[in-house]
């Protein structure tokens, strides 16, 4: 038997699997994956099982659930002042992989060029290679990883189908201003380019409001918005998200949705519409929750000889080694190997999420942790 060759050579298995599997193996503190070692609240929690209990366990609609993509539509306009259509605009997905995966697969051809921005999520590429799709690479530069607009312009072609956006940004933990989007409409206008905007992050923005995309109505035509429940409610394995789009994009992308998971997990749809309508202050709080966890985190490692400046959102700290000489030789994937076995601490290397990466010593932090996790882990990492 001869096995078909691979359509993904530049595929493993993904960083984050690697490292949460090492930790474990070594019995370190995870802060590598990111997701909270707490649990989403509790009125949340019981909402789910009352569902469970009450015949909520059959097929979801394919959209998704009434209650729930209104309440998503609540949210966008409260926060985004965008109205959007709840039947032809809004789709529930399994995760904002599923989006993420659908939304490239519904529009993006062979010989198609899509710009994304190193270091930059790892499930964007493998989708836009699947479909035949070439990805241009510009990277982000340190420390504050900001998109250089001029090289975006260079880049553009006649063959850019899409532009991938994702603020804040995982796993540098910088946001787009509103001048990152003034520039963004004014390259975008007159030409048929897509976005993509990975928004999973939205309500974790520091000093300042989130920039959706859905702000701009320039922007927000041409844009598939993708968020994430798992973020917001510390609900990751639950893996529900959505997409909001225009309808001609939302009919498009619901084409790939129906075939690739049909509806997303239904009693857990209800339960997210109900506590989103009952508990709007849950995501109206979150960025004081996780700037509170910020500041612990960077207030704990200033005694480390790590450098850091702290991140403006996310749930993500990097971390720069550099300083720290018997092991600035290391590559930040030798490091976080060894931070993990020796220190007991798991992180995340940045260098698996470029094409080609800078000379930087850099690893990612989750500090979508326990106080007294995060306290445990800056110990150590102060030992160093
Ligand atoms: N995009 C980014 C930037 C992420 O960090 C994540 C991680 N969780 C996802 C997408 C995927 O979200 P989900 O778990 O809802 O599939
Ligand atoms: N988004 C999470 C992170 O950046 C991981 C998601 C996953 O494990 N696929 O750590």
Not at 11 to 40: C, K, R, W, Y
Request: charged letters at 20%; a negative charge.
């Amino acid at each position: 038997m001869r096995y078909p060759e691979t359509k993904l050579p530049k595929v493993g298995t993904t960083i984050f699997t690697e490292m949460s599997q090492l930790a474990a193996e070594h019995g370190a503190i995870n802060l590598s994956q990111g997701f909270p070692d707490f649990d989403g609240p509790l009125a949340l929690l019981d909402r789910v099982t009352y569902y469970l209990e009450n015949g909520a366990n059959q097929y979801a609609p394919m959209i998704g659930v009434p209650s729930l993509r209104n309440a998503i539509a609540v949210k966008a306009e409260r926060l985004y002042s965008c109205q959007v259509n709840v039947d032809t605009e809004v789709t529930v997905t399994s995760g904002a992989t599923e989006a993420l995966f659908a939304a490239i697969s519904s529009v993006v051809t062979p010989g198609d060029e899509v710009i994304v921005f190193d270091p930059a999520y790892d499930s964007y590429e493998p989708a836009i290679e699947l479909n035949g799709g070439k990805t241009v690479h510009l990277a982000l530069q340190a420390p504050d990883f900001a998109i250089d607009w001029s090289q975006v312009a260079t880049a553009m072609t006649d063959r850019t189908r899409m532009i991938v956006i994702n603020s804040p940004h995982n796993p540098t933990g910088s946001v787009l201003s509103e001048s990152d989007l003034d520039q963004l409409e004014a390259l975008l206008k007159r030409t048929d380019i897509l976005l993509l905007s990975d928004e999973v992050y939205e309500h974790i923005c520091f000093d300042g409001e989130h920039q959706s995309m859905l702000r701009r109505p320039e922007l927000a035509k041409r844009a598939f918005v993708v968020s994430s429940f798992g973020k917001t409610f510390h609900t990751t394995g639950w893996k529900v998200g959505y997409c909001i789009a225009p309808e001609p994009l939302t009919r498009e992308f619901r084409k790939l949705h129906q075939y690739l998971t049909f509806c997303t997990v239904h009693p857990i749809q209800l339960a997210l519409a109900d506590f989103m309508n009952d508990f709007p202050e849950h995501y109206l709080e979150l960025p004081a929750f996780y700037q509170q966890k910020r500041d612990l985190f960077c207030q704990l490692m200033a005694g480390s000889r790590f450098k850091f400046v702290p991140a403006d959102g996310t749930y993500f700290q990097l971390m720069d080694y550099s300083g720290i000489s018997e092991h600035s030789a290391k590559s930040d994937v030798e490091f976080a190997r060894w931070l993990t076995s020796e220190v007991g601490v798991a992180a995340i290397p940045i260098s698996v999420f470029y094409e080609t990466a800078p000379e930087q010593k850099l690893v990612r932090f989750c500090f979508a942790k326990d106080d007294a996790t995060l306290k445990r882990a800056a110990e150590k990492l102060c030992k160093i």
